[in-house]
């Protein structure tokens, strides 16, 4: 059997509770239990899961369940299983438009689910087509002056949002490259833990990190200084292995 790391999108509790019950009998790790999209999106940005469940009906979510799979198809390339109460014929044919791994029936059967995640994840390994993913590949191509500039994502300092735009400091570069996009666009093309996104204007390289004070972080290749928001200071720390004085 393979062991997946799996996000479920499902806003019923006890039968969030009883899949994450099941996949953990089964070996398998549970990301997260997101009710809604943007829960959906937090998640997504801490860690990328192997596969994804999803209710498709979501209540308090500006997003339903199918609309959730077609990004999950075009941003994140994850497979998806689709789980409902609802048989209509109508609900199934739009659903079916998004290319799921599986259609599961509530109420949610034991055996049914183990087995059809393991088929939905061998069928998705095996049909999946030699390509790069591009929210995992090593280098991005981003629009600029009527073509495209090639970033390695292993060579970026940091990118900083500048309303419209994005600059992105490259290292060994005098100047950052400016891109007409928004920064929580291109966020998602930098998903690795090495990347974090400090706050609405800046995602920091960790890697590239070399002092930080009560205000500000500093990094590598960069003479300036990015500003530290109090607000983000705890979550940021755990970020890093901070030996405190005794």
Known sequence: MTLL?????????ITATDLKEIL?????IVTAIAKNYSETLIALNKELPDLVLIDIQLRN?????IE???????VYMIPFVFLTSHSETQMFERAKTTNPAAYLLKPIRHQEVVFQIELAYNHYIANKKVENNPVKSENVFLPL??????????????????GAYVNV???NQIAPFLFS???????QYFLTSNFYQISRSYIVNLDYLIRYDAENIYVSG????????????????KKLAVIKTP
């Open 5 to 13: 790391k799996i996000l479920i999108i499902e806003d019923e509790i």
């Open 24 to 28: 953990r009998q089964n070996g398998h």
């Open 61 to 65: 979510s500006s997003l339903d369940g």
């Open 68 to 74: 959730i799979a077609k990004i999950l198809t075009s």
């Open 145 to 162: 002056e009527r073509g495209h500039q090639k970033i390695v994502k292993s060579d970026v300092l940091f990118i900083k949002a500048e």
């Open 169 to 171: 400091y490259v290292k």
């Open 181 to 187: 996009m928004n920064i929580g666009y291109l966020a």
């Open 222 to 237: 960069y003479n300036g200084k990015i500003p530290l928001p109090q607000n983000r200071k705890a979550e940021f720390l």
